[in-house]
T-cell receptor
Framework: EAQVTQNPRYLITVTGKKLTVTCSQNMNHEYMSWYRQDPGLGLRQIYYSMNVEVTDKGDVPEGYKVSRKEKRNFPLILESPSPNQTSLYFC?????????????FGPGTRLTVT | DQQVKQNSPSLSVQEGRISILNCDYTNSMFDYFLWYKKYPAEGPTFLISISSIKDKNEDGRFTVFLNKSAKHLSLHIVPSQPGDSAVYFCAALRDQGGSEKLVFGKGTKLTVNP
C-alpha cells in the first residue's frame, strides 16, 4: 500500500528546544516536500527535495532545515522552535510521469510551541 | 500575491447533483494543476491532476476542466455524495528542470446534503 508516514503525530514543546519530525515514503518517489497549514492561509510549502542530497526552499523556509540522505526519508528539523511555528505540518511525496502528476500526503503532525 | 485563488470559501450541494469547485490562477507558466480533498485531522488526499497541455481529465465521478485563456480550472463531481463533504484544495505546479514548487489555493469547503 502506497504510504507516507510522519512521526510524531502530535508534539508539544517549548521555545528553543530542537526537534525533528520524521517523514518516510514507500513509493520510491524522487520528490518529497514539507508543508504547513495555518488557518486562513491554506497549505504553504516549506522545503522540497528533488532527489537524494538535493533540496530547495519553498515559500516559508525560515526557521526550518531538512535533509535527504536516503530516498525514502525526508526529516524536518526545527533547530530553535518558536511559537510562530505552531502549526499543522504535512509531508508529501510525489512523481511526475507520462504527462501526469501525483502527490501523496502523510497524516500530519500537529506541533505546539509554547 | 496569491497565485492560486479559490474565491468561494464554501459550497453546499444536494446529494446526487453536480458539485462544481472553481479555481483561478495568475501564472501562465504552470505545468500541472491538481485537486485535493481534505477531511479534518487527515492529510490531503490527491484526487486528480491535469497537464497544462490538456483541457479535460476525467477519473470516475471527478472531472477537471482547464481553460488556459481564462486561467481558470474547475472540478466537477457527479453525482455528489455525502462522503464528498470535505475541504477541496486546488494547486498549481511549475516543473522547472526538476525543481518542484507547488502553490495551493486556500480551499473550498464542500457540504453535500443528503
Amino acid at each position: 500500500e502506497a504510504q507516507v508516514t510522519q512521526n510524531p503525530r502530535y508534539l508539544i514543546t517549548v521555545t528553543g528546544k530542537k526537534l525533528t519530525v520524521t517523514c518516510s515514503q514507500n513509493m520510491n518517489h524522487e520528490y518529497m516536500s514539507w508543508y504547513r497549514q495555518d488557518p486562513g492561509l491554506g497549505l504553504r510549502q516549506i522545503y522540497y527535495s528533488m532527489n537524494v542530497e538535493v533540496t530547495d526552499k519553498g515559500d516559508v523556509p525560515e526557521g526550518y532545515k531538512v535533509s535527504r540522505k536516503e530516498k525514502r526519508n525526508f526529516p524536518l528539523i526545527l533547530e530553535s522552535p518558536s511559537p510562530n511555528q505552531t502549526s499543522l505540518y504535512f509531508c508529501a511525496s510525489s512523481r511526475i510521469g507520462a504527462g501526469a502528476y501525483e502527490q501523496y500526503f502523510g497524516p500530519g503532525t500537529r506541533l505546539t510551541v509554547t | 500575491d496569491q497565485q492560486v485563488k479559490q474565491n468561494s470559501p464554501s459550497l453546499s450541494v444536494q446529494e446526487g447533483r453536480i458539485s462544481i469547485l472553481n479555481c483561478d490562477y495568475t501564472n501562465s507558466m504552470f505545468d500541472y494543476f491538481l485537486w485535493y480533498k481534505k477531511y479534518p485531522a487527515e492529510g490531503p488526499t490527491f484526487l486528480i491532476s491535469i497537464s497544462s497541455i490538456k483541457d479535460k481529465n476525467e477519473d470516475g465521478r471527478f472531472t477537471v476542466f482547464l481553460n488556459k485563456s481564462a486561467k481558470h480550472l474547475s472540478l466537477h463531481i457527479v453525482p455528489s455524495q455525502p462522503g464528498d463533504s470535505a475541504v477541496y484544495f486546488c494547486a498549481a505546479l511549475r516543473d522547472q528542470g526538476g525543481s518542484e514548487k507547488l502553490v495551493f489555493g486556500k480551499g473550498t469547503k464542500l457540504t453535500v446534503n443528503p
